[in-house]
């Protein structure tokens, strides 16, 4: 029998740390461990025989704190703690800017042993909280990460920097055994790289308060129905009961899922469905947690409450999503996990045939020893991943991509498929009229009525009516009354007589030869014009599904819209996949289906579209959807031609990952033609500084050429 448990964990500050914390529990034996240290928060699976004090009490060993789940709170996201990175890189680079100018200024002070240690010194303190916290559990977790490279090479050059200190003190030759400032300025540079991709990625804690806004959280439910002692009782939604009788009248969110009893209203569900027309519904038809009612009352028989409805069951989704991304695995993080203890063992050996088989002495040979762990130094292999990262940023951000983090760039590059939203993402989410069908009656007049009968309905279908004819030719009809059916239509009589309708076919009550419409204009029961709308497809639609499927990317349609209107903007785009009438769960059904299959991006717009992003490999949001598509997406389409930057993205994806694998190569190739170099006296501290400097020019240059990748323009 196993428990789910969420913790709240302090101290982590990288995706190593993460790591250092799954491996223990792990090691444990715990099930379905999942770490996200972005957001503090750790799930897993207790299982008989382990006690919650010992998990807590492991995690804290590893140098974190653990204590149980809390509530997130929205405040502290947003504050800058005292031990946050962003102040330790500050702190640092006030200290080290000193230390580098020493290089370039002839100031008798800056070349000072005693004056370099002291402003190195806090940076050390710095980096031993920040860096020797982690590369200390994961040595302890058997499983040696970047941070033991990153705290081993700082370290390894302040050490040598003392020792040559102690050894030549007054020597004119002190100034080339002086690697203080190098020691601070890796520490500052990989902090440095923490806060490119720590400010590049957000929170989902944003998304979960602007869903939980939606929830509603008062419902009006009827004791004791069609009897005289029949009341009305508030009380808190997730209090209600399966089969409770609830009422909910215009302007109130509907606190349950369930089945109309009695009434008829208009419902706003484009929070659910993505669609932003209202929607009519009367007994037996189902409504869901989290709509609007826009027009009427109705009395709602509870099928699921509290945490079974629809929408919580999206806000659960949106919630676990940020644990269950999977972690970026950086290709630094594996070498490391070889080349630290390979590093470690050469500098024993060195110092070891130094002394013993070259007979030098003991303070020759230790240096030499330090001296292949400064060459070491894996500033340039810290630099590869960060500085590409933020160059693809950041040329993305210019074409008006917004990637919140460098992980997202690396999936996306992997991705084999594209699922896209229909409304507001593939169509330009905007009603028009397509088509107005004049039958037996003078244009004229035919757009007189619909001008001025629209205006008395606030149907979203009228408003474009209203819109789009308010100029109409005024003619001389004197209506004796007007009336609105919410909902269906508008109808009116002239002093003469004659009754004139505007609505649903339904309300106007069609015959058969002319069926299909959305509105029609009827006078004296006579249709004399059938007006149709759209929602037009993006003009740039059409070449962003071709650019994908010249990738050989496989494209979905997966809308809750109509299978007819699906059917007929998939075909037009020649999308390889088309699914309709999906509810927010369905779409994550999909989704889940197709991420089993291959890396999967979910493109959308809506509220009802935040689980789907939240669970695919990639979540792309278009700037005109909602907030919480917006806070949940992994990737936001900022630019007037949004999905341009689809292309845009997926291109320096591509160009970044690429990018990252050729620095990594060039950090590890550097140092194993350097490490032997130094070993057998072949490079000068001087020498190796000056290589060090130079890998890391290699890496930063190499970097910025994704400034100049020519990057697809759609047409």
């Known amino acids: 029998m196993s428990e789910k448990i969420q913790l709240s964990v302090s101290g982590m500050t990288c995706a190593s740390c993460a790591q250092n914390i799954s491996r223990k529990l792990e090691s444990k034996g715990l099930h379905n461990v999942l770490v996200n240290y972005n957001s503090g928060e750790v799930e897993f699976e207790l299982i008989e025989g382990i006690q919650l004090d010992q998990v807590v009490s492991d995690i804290n060993s590893l140098g974190y704190k653990a204590s149980l789940y809390e509530e997130f709170e929205e405040s502290n996201s947003t504050k800058w703690n005292w031990d946050s990175t962003e102040i330790r890189f500050f702190i640092s680079a006030l200290f080290t800017f000193p230390l580098l100018a020493h290089m370039f200024l002839p100031f008798h002070l800056l070349h000072q042993p005693a004056f370099q240690f002291a402003l190195s010194l806090p940076v050390m303190v710095i980096g031993l909280n920040h860096f020797g916290k982690s590369a200390w559990g994961s040595i302890k977790s058997g499983h040696m990460n970047m941070d033991v490279l990153i705290t081993l090479g700082s370290f390894s050059a302040f050490l040598y920097s003392l020792i040559a200190w102690y050894l030549y003190n007054g020597s004119d030759l002190i100034s080339n055994y002086l690697f203080f400032e190098t020691a601070a300025t890796i520490i500052t540079l990989v902090l440095l790289g923490n806060i490119i991709e720590k400010r590049s990625l957000k929170k989902t804690q944003s998304a979960l308060t602007h869903l939980t806004k939606i929830q509603p959280l008062q419902a009006k439910k009827i004791e004791n129905a069609l009897t005289e002692n029949e009341s009305i009782v508030e009380l808190l939604a997730h209090q209600l009961k399966i089969n409770d009788l609830i009422l909910v009248n215009t302007g109130d969110k509907i606190p349950a899922d369930g089945l ?167 169509t330009q989410g905007k009603v028009t009229v397509k088509n107005i069908n004049y039958l037996n009656e003078d244009i004229e007049k035919v757009n007189f009525l619909i001008s001025v009968l629209e205006k008395y309905s606030n149907h979203p279908f009228a408003k474009v009516l209203a819109e789009k004819f308010a100029d109409a030719k005024y003619l001389p009809i004197q209506f004796a009354e007007i009336n609105e059916i919410a909902g269906y ?211 930063i240059g190499n970097s910025l050429r994704i400034h100049f990748k020519k990057l697809p323009e759609l047409k």
């Open 260 to 426: 109309i009893y009695e009434g008829k209203v208009e419902i706003d569900e484009s929070m659910m469905t993505g669609e932003s027309l209202p929607v009519q519904k009367t007994i037996n038809d189902q409504v869901l947690s989290g709509t609007i009612v826009l027009n009427g009352f109705i009395k709602v028989i509870v099928q699921e409450s509290g945490s079974n409805t629809v929408l919580s069951k999206m806000i659960e989704v949106v919630k676990t999503s940020s644990l269950r991304k999977p972690q970026i695995q950086r290709l630094g993080d594996v070498v490391s996990s070889w080349f630290v203890p390979i590093v470690i063992l050469f500098s024993i050996f060195t110092f070891l045939m130094s002394h013993f088989y070259f007979n030098l002495p003991i303070s020759e040979s230790l240096l030499r020893s330090i001296a292949v762990l400064v060459i070491s130094c894996p500033c340039a292999m810290g630099l590869a991943t960060p500085t590409a990262v933020a160059v693809g940023i950041g040329r993305s951000a210019r074409k008006g991509v917004l990637v919140k983090g460098g992980d997202t760039l690396e999936k996306l590059s992997g991705i084999k498929y594209i699922v896209f939203d229909k409304t507001g993402t593939l």
């Open 489 to 699: 239509g508008v109808s009116a009589k002239d002093k003469e007589g004659n009754q004139y309708k505007i609505g649903s076919q339904k309300f106007i009550g069609a015959i058969s030869e002319i069926q299909g419409h959305q509105v029609y204009v009827a006078k004296n029961d006579q249709v004399v014009a059938t007006i149709d709308f759209e929602d037009p497809v993006r003009e740039d639609a059409l070449s962003m599904v071709s650019f994908f499927k010249a990738q050989g990317i496989k494209t979905v349609l997966l809308s809750g819209d109509r299978p007819e209107v699906c059917k007929s903007i998939g075909n037009y785009l020649g999308i390889d996949e088309i699914y309709s009438s999906q509810l927010p769960h369905m779409k994550v059904e999909v989704i889940e289906k197709f991420q089993k299959l291959g890396k999967t991006a979910m493109v959308g717009d809506g509220i009802n579209d935040a689980p789907a992003l939240a669970i695919a490999a990639v979540g792309i949001a278009v700037n005109s959807g909602t907030q919480i598509a917006i806070q949940t997406a992994d990737i936001i389409l900022l630019s007037k031609n949004e999905l341009d930057g689809l292309a845009v993205a997926y291109t320096l994806s591509k160009e970044t990952l690429k990018t990252i694998k050729q620095n990594l190569f060039w950090a590890l190739a550097y140092n194993v033609v350097a490490i032997p170099l130094a070993a057998f006296g072949f490079l000068n501290p001087m020498l190796a500084s000056l290589s060090m400097a130079f890998s890391d020019v290699i890496v």
